[in-house]
């Protein structure tokens, strides 16, 4: 096993990493914003919830305050640079889908953006937001997705067709092979 620091004055924290980073999209009607959100969950099945972490300094914090909805987009490994654009800048500063070119399509039930490169995408009403420390979850109702045919099968990402954008922190992002690993089965004894 390798040695390992320990840690009790916490400042910064990085063991979630690699991860999915979302693009999260939201639409006033007056004003439309992107940004990406390392900080993202699922959180219940019944009724589907999708979770958010934003802090309040975000432009895109205010935004889904007053549109009452936002979407959650996830896009391939070929798509990191929009990725990292859209959380490098600000939309109080520029109009990042003219700025960077991002195709849009037109969503099912909420007023959101949702990216025409994305291989899966849920339109979220906003439900709840909570604080906890210097950010705010968002719990979204999923009200509609958009799945990108054949990338899924019974609901398992299949990474021999697409390759998720692996956050690894710092603007650097991983590729993923083929799954390898075989999972015991459920309620197995051991880890022999």
Same mark, same amino acid.
Request: hydrophobic fraction near 45%.
């Given at each position: ?12 924290? $990085? ?15 007056? %004003? ?47 798509? #990191? ?18 700025? $960077?070119?991002? #195709? ?11 990216? #025409? ?36 099968? %019974? ?24 799954? #390898? ?12």
């Amino acid at each position: 096993m390798t040695p390992k620091q320990h840690i009790t004055q916490v400042k910064a924290f $990085f063991g979630y990493y690699p991860g999915l980073v979302a693009v999260v999209t939201v639409d006033t009607g007056t %004003e439309r914003n992107a940004m990406a959100a390392g900080w993202n969950t699922a959180l219940s099945f019944v009724p589907p919830l999708y979770g958010v972490s934003i802090a309040p300094s975000r432009h895109t914090h205010d935004l889904i305050l007053a549109a009452g909805a936002f979407g959650v987009n996830f896009l391939p490994l070929e798509h #990191a640079r929009l990725i990292a654009a859209v959380g490098g800048t600000s939309g109080r500063d520029i109009d990042k889908f003219a700025d $960077f070119d991002i #195709a849009t399509e037109p969503s099912l039930r909420a007023n959101v953006p949702i990216l #025409a490169d994305a291989y899966v995408s849920y339109e979220c009403v906003l439900r709840d937001h909570h604080t906890y420390g210097d950010h705010t979850l968002f719990a979204g109702e999923i009200v509609a997705m958009h799945v990108a045919e054949g990338v899924f099968a %019974e609901g398992v990402l299949q990474p021999d067709l697409l390759q998720p954008a692996l956050h690894l922190g710092k603007d650097r992002y991983m590729r993923t092979e083929k799954v #390898a690993v075989e999972v015991l089965p459920r309620g197995a004894e051991s880890f022999r």
